[in-house]
């Protein structure tokens, strides 16, 4: 492999523009997980708030 994409930086990967520069840091097993970590901490903040904002305006959507 040339490269690796860690799963918590796979979100801002795939919105890249064709051509855009993309600079890689050699990480350890231990801060991919952490980075990890962080990531779905702030995804489930992020889908917390928008269920909050659907329930309070009394749109019951199912958000998974």
């Known amino acids: 492999k040339i490269a ?3 799963t918590a930086d796979y979100d801002r990967f795939i919105q890249k523009q064709p ?8 990480v350890t097993d231990a ?3 952490e980075a990890f970590e ?6 489930n903040s992020f889908i917390y708030m928008f269920k909050n904002i ?4 009394g749109n ?3 958000i998974n």
């Open 54 to 57: 659907f329930y309070s305006r």
């Open 19 to 26: 051509g855009s520069e993309i600079i890689f840091k050699i």
């Open 4 to 6: 690796h994409i860690i």
């Open 31 to 33: 801060e991919a997980e």
């Open 38 to 43: 962080e990531y779905l901490n702030f995804k």
């Open 60 to 62: 019951f959507m199912s």
